[in-house]
């Protein structure tokens, strides 16, 4: 499997798509909920077989070290070596997750090609929910390697309004601060037009306004994210920028995993 990284103090795995305190234990459940009969929305947006492509890059800033398998030998910038590839996202249905005691849907990620990643998510009353990512190692497929959250954190809400803000908190982890910068607004990804809500997340250290991670999420109704920009700070004033835009959004059959 090809694997790409950031090597500086900390070593930051590029696929990771919310980075939780570098976690890789074994699937951990990090509160305790009361357990209720969930009604899923599997059927529409993480229905088995959607399949979402995007044009995505990522830069590295200068006097970072970084190691690329990724087929783009990458372009010099003002901001640093920019590197572009394809990834695809695409949902297998409904499987059975341990952690949770019951099905949840889960989305398989491709870069170039190549499954590296397992995200399990929810889309349940208009809200896009994460409870977290198995690492997929091809030697090892049923390992499950990575955290699974049984309180899971809030992506979007449909019915929220600018200006909204809400919080994801767990023992011993980072807080996830979110905010609804803009409600209802027409953008355009890689030729297409679309009307999307934005979302600001910040990964913060406990009890500090350090910033670990920054994302910003456009989310289009009925089709998921079509565009994201996220920065990974690996020293003052540098981060690493990676960026998703949706080129194609499909019912297709899955790929082999």
Request: hydrophobic share 30%.
């Amino acid at each position: 499997m090809k694997i790409t990284r950031i090597y500086t103090k900390t070593r930051l795995s590029l696929i990771t798509p919310i980075i939780i305190g570098g976690l890789t234990s074994a699937s951990l459940a990090q509160e305790t909920v009361e357990k209720k009969e969930i009604e899923l929305d599997s059927s529409e947006l993480l229905k088995k077989g959607n399949t979402w492509t995007y044009a995505a890059s990522v830069q590295i800033p200068d006097n970072v070290k970084f190691e690329s398998t990724l087929k783009d030998n990458g372009e010099k910038t003002k901001g640093g070596m920019m590197y572009k590839y394809e990834e695809i996202q695409q949902s297998i249905g409904l499987v059975e997750v341990e952690a949770l005691e019951r099905p949840a849907p889960q989305v398989n990620i491709f870069i170039e090609g190549e499954l590296t990643k397992k995200q399990i998510l929810e889309y349940r009353e208009g809200s896009l929910l994460y409870y977290g990512t198995y690492l997929h190692d091809p030697e090892k497929p049923d390992l499950k390697k990575g955290m699974i959250s049984v309180k899971p954190i809030l992506i979007y809400n449909e019915r929220s309004k600018a200006a909204d803000k809400w919080t994801w908190s767990a023992t011993g982890l980072p807080e996830f601060q979110f905010r609804v910068t803009s409600k209802d607004t027409e953008i355009e990804v890689q030729g297409t037009k679309y009307t999307t809500d934005k979302i600001q997340m910040d990964q913060k250290r406990k009890g500090s306004d350090h910033i670990i991670q920054s994302k910003e999420i456009w989310f289009a109704k009925g089709v998921g994210v079509v565009k994201e920009r996220e920065k990974s700070y690996v020293s003052e004033g540098k981060a690493v920028i990676k960026t998703l835009e949706l080129s194609s959004f499909k019912n297709s059959q899955p790929l082999k995993k």
